[in-house]
């Protein structure tokens, strides 16, 4: 699976963006799909994720009632939507996908995803 994440750019606080993330690969619905984000100086962190059946979604709580991930298996795509984006959520975004034997969670672990994709910029400014 290759994943190729687009739709990053310089926003103000408070501002929507969304992030798509297209998948290549016949398999794409047997994979659960993941959003991580990593600012300068941070660890990667746990954006969300979906199951690979759409039917159990998880976020962190720091983006929680704020960012919404979707996937149209139909066109190998999942989504993140991001509203009243805040400074703090300035990162690189990326995209992953995990194999569907893992345990969907709020907390899944990068060792859990075995596919990534090349990252895209957000930048919120204040």
């Known amino acids: 699976v290759q994943l190729q994440a687009s739709g990053g750019g310089l926003v103000q606080a408070g501002a929507s963006l969304d992030l798509s993330c297209a998948a290549s690969?016949?398999?794409?619905?047997?994979?659960?799909m993941g959003w991580f984000r990593k600012a300068p100086g941070k660890e990667r962190e746990f954006v969300g994720a979906?199951?690979?059946?759409?039917?159990?979604?998880f976020y962190a709580d720091s983006v929680k009632g704020r960012f919404t991930i979707s996937r149209d298996n139909a066109k190998n795509t999942v989504y993140l939507q991001m509203n009243s984006l805040k400074p703090e959520d300035t990162a690189v975004y990326y995209c992953?996908?995990?194999?569907?034997?893992?345990?969907?969670?709020?907390?899944?672990?990068?060792?859990?995803?075995?596919?990534w994709g090349q990252g895209t910029q957000v930048t919120v400014s204040s």
């Open positions: 992953a996908a995990a194999n569907k034997l893992m345990v969907a969670s709020d907390n899944m672990s990068p060792r859990q995803f075995y596919y």
């Open positions: 690969g016949p398999t794409f619905n047997k994979w659960h």
């Open positions: 979906q199951s690979w059946s759409g039917g159990s979604t």
